[in-house]
Nanobody, 119 residues
Framework: VQLVESGGGLVQAGGSLTLSCGASENILDFNTIGWYRQAPGKQRELVATIQRGSTNYADSIKGRFTISRDIFKNTVLLQMNSLKSEDTAIYYC???????????????WGQGTQVTVSS
């Protein structure tokens, strides 16, 4: 199973970017799918996820970022508006996939895409 991110780049503060995550598996098969990010010198942190249709957002991005699924394109999108310099990070697509009837989950990660917000 593979996740491939795209859409990162350089943007000025206040601007917008849309990240896309394509999956080799049907995205509806994942227990959870979403985005994490890691800034230089910091730990990886949750940005936004979708679990069984319910969304979850980090407080730092609520009201500015929106996560959604494009079923027809089999992708997960992260629309990022009003970007700030502190949003600069590598953004990773991640998913949890159930692998047996007991409910065991495995974590799958993409390679990441760089987002740089200039002030």
């Amino acid at each position: 199973v593979q996740l491939v991110e795209s859409g990162g780049g350089l943007v000025q503060a206040g601007g917008s970017l849309t990240l896309s995550c394509g999956a080799s598996e049907n995205i509806l098969d994942f227990n959870t799918i979403g985005w994490y990010r890691q800034a230089p010198g910091k730990q990886r942190e949750l940005v936004a996820t979708i679990q069984r249709g319910s969304t979850n957002y980090a407080d730092s991005i609520k009201g500015r970022f929106t996560i959604s699924r494009d079923i027809f394109k089999n992708t997960v999108l992260l629309q990022m508006n009003s970007l700030k310099s502190e949003d600069t990070a590598i953004y990773y697509c991640t998913a949890k996939l159930q692998v047996n009837v007991e409910g065991a989950l495995v974590d799958i990660w993409g390679q990441g895409t760089q987002v740089t917000v200039s002030s």
